[in-house]
């Protein structure tokens, strides 16, 4: 799952900001697969995804600290912040539950259904009707998240459950990123994503301590591959070229993340994937880039 930046007019993008877009959202897509590696419990590996680059992020957050004049962040954003890191935390805790249960595809589409929550609350925000393309992107995804559900049921009771987890994540990250709105023009990106990063760490710890999941693991290599990957290199390359392009791009290239777990499930799970599982995910895929469309229209 990707943070959002803010979209500012910058010059035209270089092919180097499309292989960084295209490279982070590779990166993420392994998350997953790391998180089934990990001895560790899943959330616990979501713990150590956050502990273990938070020096590398305050480093990265230092160097892009902004003119001295710039007034500082208030209470009211600092409380905002740390609350997005407890959710942000919860939508973690909740998508790596979901890794466990469900199929690698599976849990990368419905753990991005929070960016179609974000639309239906813009709507509903905005009180008017959806225009032809939410309406199609809206149907496509209640089509396809009830194929996808069906299919679950049909594999195992535990691999719905997986699915559940995976949109309830959604879930989270939508109020993760209503709260970051209410901050974002106070911090620099890095900072920004340091300071949630830090909010979340100990959150995690706690859940995965509750839940009665081993903590410190025998084998470190996919923990730290989950974390260099997923929260630095994933989220810096995105961070670095997110603000570049349009949001129907952001969307076309986001669906690669989906396509790349659906091959890492097969490859090195023996996950199958039918017909009917093709169609499902084939509809919420399109859902997801009819939301960036949309967005896309707006600006």
Request: proline fraction near 5%; glycine fraction near 10%.
């Amino acid at each position: 799952m990707t943070t959002i930046d803010d979209q500012r007019e910058v010059p035209r993008p270089d092919p180097w900001h499309f292989v960084a877009l295209l490279g982070g959202n590779f990166a993420l897509a392994l998350g997953p697969w790391f998180v089934r590696l990990a001895d560790s419990g899943p959330v616990s590996a979501g713990f150590w995804r956050l502990f273990l680059p938070l020096p590398i992020l305050a480093l990265l957050a230092l160097r892009q600290r902004g003119p001295a004049g710039r007034a500082k962040p208030g209470l009211k954003a600092w409380v905002l912040i740390a609350t997005a890191g407890v959710l942000f935390a919860l939508d973690l805790a909740s998508w790596h539950i979901g890794i466990a249960y469900t199929r690698l595809g599976n849990a990368s589409l419905f753990g991005n259904s929070g960016s179609l929550i974000l639309m239906v609350w813009g709507l509903v925000a905005a009180r008017r009707l959806p225009r032809l393309v939410e309406l199609a992107a809206i149907g496509a995804a209640v089509g396809g998240a009830a194929i996808l559900l069906g299919r679950s049921l049909e594999i195992d009771h535990a691999t719905l459950v997986g699915d559940l987890f995976c949109i309830l994540a959604g879930v989270f990250y939508f109020f993760y990123i209503m709260l970051l709105q209410g901050s974002r023009g106070q911090f620099e990106s890095w900072g920004l994503l340091f300071t949630s990063t830090l909010a979340s760490a100990p959150v995690m710890l706690a859940i995965a301590i509750w839940l009665g999941e081993p903590v410190w693991p025998h084998v470190w290599w996919p923990l730290i591959a989950l974390a260099f990957c997923s929260q630095v290199i994933g989220q810096g390359l995105i961070v670095f070229a997110l603000r570049h392009f349009s949001a129907l791009i952001i969307g076309v290239v986001l669906l690669t993340q989906p396509a790349v777990s659906i091959l890492l499930g097969w490859l090195a799970f023996g996950e199958t994937m039918g017909p009917l599982d093709a169609l499902g995910m084939a509809l919420i895929a399109a859902a997801l880039l009819l939301g960036r469309l949309s967005e896309s229209a707006k600006r």
